[in-house]
């Protein structure tokens, strides 16, 4: 049991200290509803463990056909539906679907605010501590405190408290209306998004060459040009050679001539002897 001064830990820390992933997830939560550390999405996370291992335990059983188990399902159904975590009729297979945030999002931390009452998360958690929130006439100073669907529309400020005054300078003005919440999942997508709608300029296709025959299909703009210059550089080789062709050819005819003249002056000294 323990000492009533020293409680019992009510959470369940991560199995592992340094994961990038969950540290982000985790810090994106207390920003958006105003925690004041960890330890409150974790004991939202054990909470919800709970459910989860409950309903698993229930599915696996339900085919036997035990009035107790279903007795146990219709409690947990009933649970979930007071606390409005799930809507009326639903199933086992629906709890298995919940995350973190349909549990932080039943805080009174977050209702006081979507209902108007203070101007951010973290202004309506000092308004609980400092007791201005009530729940119909009972006075509720701790933010963690799970609202039932009873109890939704009896939030308000208590009757003692000076924000009751509509002209309060810490009350919100009449036109004040809470941002809804968006899951952190959603902001990733539309950031995501944004970009890529940005990026969107029209860009031309290339058109499939048609099969007509044995013919290629054209090169595109760099390539042809590409091509002209080798075309270019070959043209100059090949007049180069020519060129020097041109001039070894005299060359060659000379050479045989004076060889043509030479044998005839010997043939004339012979037949002279």
Known sequence: MGK???SRKKYET?????QEDRIKLENEFIKKYGLKNKKEIWKAETRLKKYRTQAREILAKVETGDPQITKESRQLLMHLDSLNILPPNSTLDDVLALNTESILARRLQTLTYLKGLANTPDHARQLISHGHIAIGERR???PSYMVTRNEEGEIGYTSDSPLNDTMHPAR????FKSMGFTKPSQLKEDQK???EKQDQTPKLEKEPAKETGDKKPEPEKG?????KDKSKDKEETDKKIQKDTETEKPKET???KDEEQLKNKEEKNKSEK
């Open 4 to 6: 009533p001064k020293f």
């Open 14 to 18: 991560p199995s592992h200290p340094w």
């Open 140 to 142: 509720v100073t701790v």
């Open 172 to 175: 919100p003005r009449a036109d």
């Open 193 to 195: 998004a944004i970009p």
């Open 223 to 227: 390539e042809k040009e590409t091509k």
């Open 254 to 256: 000379l050479e045989k």
